[in-house]
């Protein structure tokens, strides 16, 4: 089958709202719908999203998801319902699925971001990747689903951090994804 490269499931839900020459993620309406949605709308979206993919010809995905629950800097287990929900949805639906974990640890500048997309730091990232690794290697076949880590974007991860994402992934012999520039304010950082 073929393989879609670069997804954000949970952006399912902003089909017909954005205009026409906005910004792709649905700009403002994007970032209010961020503010609200659960794990379970997530599920929803990534159900149907796959569902689509699958009907097309695509078997395997790797979905982005920078979506954190629970309060910022509290235990990675707390933040990671949202990235599960979209594991959850991959299995169900019976696609392969490239979970990828990206780290914001600032918004890029002149870019306003929901707290729920920023890591904490990179440390705290790193412990989240760690424990959402765990959680894909126990309960799903490692042909099925794996992770993918990087930072979001150069403006939202200083240089330092990029090295210890890194290195985290080289020790945990993960793939390693490198968003070079996420949004036009980011390309002119």
Known sequence: GLVDAHARSW?????G???PGSDPAGGA?????????????????ASLAFLELLRGGVTCV????????GAPGG?????LATALAVARAAHEVGIRLALVRLACLRPAPGEEL??????????AFTR????????????????EAW???GPQSLAAVPAAACRVIGEYARAQRLRLQAVTAASPAAAAA
């Not at 952006?11 to 089909?15: D, G, N, T």
């Not at 309406?29 to 979206?45: C, H, I, K, N, Q």
């Not at 760690?130 to 076949?141: F, Q, S």
């Open 11 to 15: 952006q399912r839900f902003l089909r």
């Open 29 to 45: 309406a994007g970032l209010r719908l961020l503010a609200r949605l659960t794990p379970e709308d997530v599920y929803d979206a």
């Open 114 to 123: 929901p707290p729920r997309l920023l890591a904490g730091g990179v440390d």
């Open 17 to 19: 709202r954005a205009l």
């Open 75 to 79: 235990p990675p287990e707390e933040a």
């Open 128 to 143: 989240e990747c760690e424990v959402l690794r765990a959680r894909l290697e126990r309960e799903y076949p490692a042909d």
């Open 147 to 149: 992770l993918v880590v």
């Open 62 to 69: 790797a979905d982005c998801c920078l979506l954190r629950d």
